[in-house]
């Protein structure tokens, strides 16, 4: 079973910045495609950014200028770079990845808090 594990999550000051890490149980070139995701109180969970194995990126456009994500397929990892961090950037963040292997499998991550506050 693949496990996906989050770590870099915390509390932060509005300006501030985070970098998530994703560490996969086996190789990230299984997936086609990796991004993070997130979830506030009270909200649904929606998609942050993702990245393919060929390394094409796609950002919600809150976020774009601000978060970058980016690959290790040598450590079977996936980062969220976050800057400029604003207090509506508060939620569970998300590890998710998908393989189109044998028909369509998605994964996910136990989630990581980020709180920016001051």
């Known amino acids: 079973q693949v496990q996906l594990v989050e770590s870099g999550g915390g509390l932060v000051q509005p300006g501030g910045s985070l970098r998530l890490s994703c560490a996969a149980s086996?190789?990230?070139?299984?997936?086609?495609?990796m991004g993070w995701y997130r979830q506030a109180p009270g909200k649904e969970r929606e998609l942050v950014a993702i990245?393919?194995?060929?390394?094409?990126?796609s950002y919600q456009d809150a976020v774009k200028g601000r978060f970058a994500i980016s690959r290790d397929n040598a450590k079977n990892t996936v980062d969220l770079q976050m800057s400029s961090l604003k207090l509506e950037d508060t939620a569970v963040y998300y590890c998710?990845?998908?393989?189109?292997?044998?028909?369509?499998?998605?994964?996910w991550g136990q989630g990581a808090q980020v709180t920016v506050s001051s």
């Open positions: 998710n990845a998908v393989t189109f292997r044998f028909g369509r499998s998605e994964y």
């Open positions: 086996e190789t990230i070139f299984s997936f086609n495609i």
């Open positions: 990245i393919t194995n060929g390394g094409s990126t």
